[in-house]
Nanobody
Framework: EVQLQASGGGLVQAGESLRLACAAS????????IGWFRQAPGEEREGVAY????????YYKESVEGRFTISRDNAKNTVYLQMTDLKPEDTAAYYC?????????????????????WGQGTLVTVSS
Protein backbone atom coordinates (compact mmCIF):
# COMPACT_ATOMS: atom_id res chain seq x y z
CA GLU A 1 0.00 0.00 0.00
CA VAL A 2 1.28 3.44 -0.89
CA GLN A 3 1.57 5.62 2.17
CA LEU A 4 2.82 9.10 2.89
CA GLN A 5 2.70 9.72 6.61
CA ALA A 6 3.13 13.33 7.61
CA SER A 7 4.08 14.22 11.15
CA GLY A 8 5.55 17.01 13.20
CA GLY A 9 2.73 19.51 13.22
CA GLY A 10 1.59 21.27 16.32
CA LEU A 11 0.88 24.56 17.99
CA VAL A 12 3.66 27.13 18.06
CA GLN A 13 4.03 30.83 18.61
CA ALA A 14 4.84 33.23 15.82
CA GLY A 15 8.55 33.33 15.12
CA GLU A 16 9.18 29.78 16.26
CA SER A 17 10.08 26.73 14.22
CA LEU A 18 8.78 23.29 13.37
CA ARG A 19 10.13 20.43 11.35
CA LEU A 20 7.65 18.31 9.48
CA ALA A 21 8.49 14.84 8.25
CA CYS A 22 6.85 12.67 5.64
CA ALA A 23 7.62 8.98 5.73
CA ALA A 24 6.95 7.18 2.47
CA SER A 25 6.34 3.53 1.78
CA UNK A 26 4.87 1.31 -0.89
CA UNK A 27 6.60 2.93 -3.85
CA UNK A 28 10.08 3.69 -5.12
CA UNK A 29 10.62 6.83 -3.15
CA UNK A 30 13.86 7.92 -4.79
CA UNK A 31 12.20 7.93 -8.22
CA UNK A 32 9.57 10.47 -7.20
CA UNK A 33 9.52 14.19 -6.84
CA ILE A 34 8.08 15.33 -3.53
CA GLY A 35 6.00 18.37 -2.77
CA TRP A 36 4.67 19.95 0.38
CA PHE A 37 1.28 21.59 0.16
CA ARG A 38 -0.93 23.31 2.65
CA GLN A 39 -4.57 24.18 3.01
CA ALA A 40 -6.02 26.66 5.44
CA PRO A 41 -9.72 26.66 6.33
CA GLY A 42 -11.71 28.27 3.56
CA GLU A 43 -8.70 28.45 1.27
CA GLU A 44 -7.56 26.44 -1.70
CA ARG A 45 -4.67 24.06 -1.39
CA GLU A 46 -1.40 25.63 -2.39
CA GLY A 47 2.06 24.35 -3.11
CA VAL A 48 4.72 25.28 -0.60
CA ALA A 49 7.93 23.48 -1.50
CA TYR A 50 9.30 20.99 -3.99
CA UNK A 51 12.27 18.68 -4.17
CA UNK A 52 13.20 16.65 -7.21
CA UNK A 53 13.84 12.94 -7.36
CA UNK A 54 17.09 13.06 -9.27
CA UNK A 55 19.31 15.74 -7.84
CA UNK A 56 17.29 17.21 -4.96
CA UNK A 57 16.62 20.48 -6.71
CA UNK A 58 14.30 22.61 -4.63
CA TYR A 59 11.71 25.26 -5.27
CA TYR A 60 9.54 27.29 -2.92
CA LYS A 61 6.44 29.37 -2.90
CA GLU A 62 7.52 33.00 -2.66
CA SER A 63 5.85 33.58 0.69
CA VAL A 64 7.95 30.89 2.37
CA GLU A 65 11.22 31.43 0.50
CA GLY A 66 14.00 31.92 3.00
CA ARG A 67 11.95 30.57 5.89
CA PHE A 68 11.20 26.99 4.83
CA THR A 69 13.66 24.34 3.72
CA ILE A 70 12.72 21.07 2.07
CA SER A 71 15.09 18.14 2.11
CA ARG A 72 14.99 14.40 1.57
CA ASP A 73 16.76 11.35 2.88
CA ASN A 74 16.32 8.64 0.30
CA ALA A 75 17.90 6.03 2.54
CA LYS A 76 15.09 6.62 5.02
CA ASN A 77 12.36 7.23 2.44
CA THR A 78 11.62 10.46 4.22
CA VAL A 79 11.20 14.08 3.21
CA TYR A 80 11.37 16.99 5.61
CA LEU A 81 10.10 20.51 5.75
CA GLN A 82 12.00 22.70 8.15
CA MET A 83 9.88 25.74 8.90
CA THR A 84 11.36 28.75 10.65
CA ASP A 85 10.03 32.16 11.57
CA LEU A 86 6.52 30.84 11.42
CA LYS A 87 3.73 33.32 10.94
CA PRO A 88 0.02 33.08 11.72
CA GLU A 89 -0.69 32.94 8.01
CA ASP A 90 1.27 29.67 7.87
CA THR A 91 -1.51 28.02 9.86
CA ALA A 92 -2.85 25.16 7.75
CA ALA A 93 -3.00 21.45 7.28
CA TYR A 94 0.24 20.43 5.59
CA TYR A 95 0.33 17.58 3.11
CA CYS A 96 3.17 15.80 1.42
CA UNK A 97 2.73 14.41 -2.05
CA UNK A 98 4.73 12.35 -4.52
CA UNK A 99 4.79 12.52 -8.29
CA UNK A 100 6.86 10.78 -10.91
CA UNK A 101 6.22 13.11 -13.83
CA UNK A 102 9.36 15.10 -14.42
CA UNK A 103 8.48 18.22 -16.34
CA UNK A 104 11.32 20.68 -16.27
CA UNK A 105 10.66 24.19 -15.08
CA UNK A 106 9.61 25.79 -11.83
CA UNK A 107 6.18 26.54 -13.29
CA UNK A 108 5.23 22.88 -12.82
CA UNK A 109 6.77 22.10 -9.44
CA UNK A 110 3.97 23.28 -7.16
CA UNK A 111 1.01 22.30 -9.29
CA UNK A 112 -1.33 19.81 -7.68
CA UNK A 113 -1.84 17.77 -10.84
CA UNK A 114 1.83 16.85 -10.93
CA UNK A 115 1.40 14.59 -7.91
CA UNK A 116 -0.04 11.08 -7.80
CA UNK A 117 0.17 10.13 -4.13
CA TRP A 118 -0.97 12.19 -1.19
CA GLY A 119 -0.60 11.89 2.53
CA GLN A 120 -3.25 12.65 5.10
CA GLY A 121 -1.61 15.78 6.41
CA THR A 122 -0.51 17.25 9.70
CA LEU A 123 -1.90 20.38 11.27
CA VAL A 124 0.26 23.40 11.96
CA THR A 125 -1.16 26.19 14.07
CA VAL A 126 0.78 29.39 14.61
CA SER A 127 -0.47 31.75 17.27
CA SER A 128 0.23 35.45 17.23
Amino acid sequence: EVQLQASGGGLVQAGESLRLACAASGFEFDAYNIGWFRQAPGEEREGVAYISSTDSRTYYKESVEGRFTISRDNAKNTVYLQMTDLKPEDTAAYYCAAGKQGLVGSYYYLLLYMYEYWGQGTLVTVSS
